[in-house]
Every structure is written in C-alpha cells, then in structure tokens.
C-alpha cells in the first residue's frame, strides 16, 4: 500500500512508527500536542495534532490518510472518541484500519474490554479492511514503578503469586507493521502475549539479574493498592478499572501462552528478561550506585 500511514503516537505507535520508516513509508504521526522531534524530522514524519476535544483536527489529520494504526488513550469516553475516530477515518476514504485493541475484549467483560470491544465493533461494521491486535499487560507497564525500585529496592501490587504472559510493546508494533504493509491479515485477529507466564517475584529476580542490584516484589492488598493510586491522583473510574485488571490476574486469567505472534512474526516474542536488560537504565540510580562502588 502506498500513500500515507497516520499513526497513533506513544507507548505502541512510536514503534510502529519506527517499523514503517525501515519500509521507507510515509508516515504521520498523530500527536495530542506537537513537540520537537529531531529522528522524526529526518525521518520526514510529519506531526499533525489529534484531539477529541477538537473535531476538526481530526478531519485535518486524515486528510489522504490510506492507512490508520487506531489506539485509543486510556480515557473515560475510549469509547466514544475511539468510535468517532473510526467514524472519521471512514468519511476520510481510508482504505486500512489496525487497531490495538485489548486480549479479552468482549461486551460482557471487565470495564477497559467492554469499552475496546464497542471500538472493535465499530472498526469491523465500518467497511474499511481492517485486521485487530488483542495484546495482553504489557511488560512496559512495570516503567511505572521505576522510580519505587530506584527509592526503596520494591514494587507493590496486589495480585499475589499469579502468573501472566505479559508482552513487550514492540512485539505489539512488529505485528501493527505486518499487518499494516503487508497483504493477507485482512479481517483477522490476533491475540498477542509473551511466551512465558511468570509472577511478580519471577519480574523481581530479573529485573535484579538485568540491573545489578536487588529489586522485592511485596504483595499487598486490593484495599491497600486502592489507597495508594488514590493518594496518588488517580481518578476513581480509572482506580476501579485497574482493580478489575488486578482482580482478574490474580485469578491466574492472564497466564494463557497465544502463539499468534509467532505465526505472524515467525519468531518468538521478547522475554521479560530481554525487556529488562534493554530498560535497564530506567530501574538503576545510577548516581547512588557509583557513591558505593
């Protein structure tokens, strides 16, 4: 397919992005707000703003649009803005939608599903070809307590000893690629995940092995995570989706291996272990580990 990839930019799209320049494409990169981007300027991508609150930037950011990776925010109305950005991209004429949506995606599923699967729906009755990721937790979400590993050695989280195949975003963005420049994924779905379920204290050790230093996994309550994301900021629809997610992996619900990836990529996918050693920087005080060397 030639022509113009609009992309979803973040965790995913900017690996998708980066999959699309190794195939020469011409790519723009949808943004909530423009900022300097030296590879991307090289690149020749194009940065235009895409903001629900906007509509017009919208119709602006799919203008001659062909391809379109879909990914919505994780925001109240995902939804509502995931559907009318599918709507706008079906009056734009694109000819190709991939959308990320979420593994368990269904309409009597927990909160974040039930609001992926009202997008899936929408991207599968709007008559563009389309093909639809699942991707399961993804292991770049443990970021999020980096700076609790630097401070005190621990992360928290309430789900036990359960065990999930968690995936790398990179894995998600090498099939996005596929699906996105190559033929024969139309009107399929692929339900992406690791290749190892492992628990929290599985992570702890590795991250330990990858970082050099010793990195505690310590269980805690429901309550007690509540406590914390709230004494944080978080707003209460968002603290109740992610106890649903906490809920149903300490369940054992996301330890299912899906071998899509490797059918589609005809490799395995990333190892915990191999995210570990590539983010190492990101778990490390650097500073404090040279004060006692």
């Known amino acids: 397919m030639s022509g113009t990839y609009l992309v979803t930019a973040g965790n995913i799209g900017n690996s998708v992005i980066e999959g699309l320049i190794a195939r020469g ?18 690149a020749g991508i194009e940065q235009v703003e895409f903001d629900y609150a906007r509509p017009e930037t919208l119709k602006r950011a799919f203008d001659g649009v062909e391809a379109y990776f879909c990914l919505s925010p994780l925001i109240q109305n995902l939804a509502e803005t995931g559907i009318q950005a599918v709507e706008v991209a079906k009056q734009a004429g694109v000819r190709r939608i991939v959308r990320s949506s979420a593994l368990g995606a269904a309409g009597d599923a927990v909160t ?16 563009i070809s389309y093909t639809i990721l699942q991707p399961i937790a993804f292991m770049q979400n443990y970021l999020l307590f980096a700076e609790t590993i630097k ?5 928290y989280a309430p789900v036990g000893y359960a065990k999930a195949c968690y995936v790398d975003t ?3 963005a090498d099939v996005a690629v596929l699906a996105l420049a190559e033929t024969g994924h139309t009107g399929k779905k692929y339900r992406i995940t690791g290749g190892e379920a492992i628990s929290n204290f599985d992570v702890a050790e590795l991250l330990s092995r990858a970082a050099g230093i010793t990195v505690q996994y310590v269980p805690v309550s429901d309550e007690a995570a509540r406590q914390a994301m709230e004494a944080m900021g978080v707003p209460g629809w968002m603290v109740d989706g992610f106890s649903e997610l906490n809920h149903i992996l300490a369940k054992g619900w996301m330890a299912g291996v899906e071998t899509d990836f490797e059918s589609v990529t005809g490799r395995k996918p990333r190892t915990f272990g ?16 040279k004060r006692s060397a």
């Open 151 to 155: 401070r005190e050695g621990r992360f």
């Open 274 to 289: 191999q995210f570990a050693r590539d983010f190492r920087s990101a778990f490390v005080n650097e500073s404090a580990a």
């Open 170 to 172: 990179r894995d998600i």
């Open 25 to 42: 494409k011409k790519i723009r990169a949808a943004v909530l707000k423009k900022k300097p981007n030296a590879i991307w300027d090289v």
């Open 112 to 127: 974040f599903a039930r609001w992926h699967r009202a997008v899936e729906k929408a991207v599968e009755a709007s008559g």
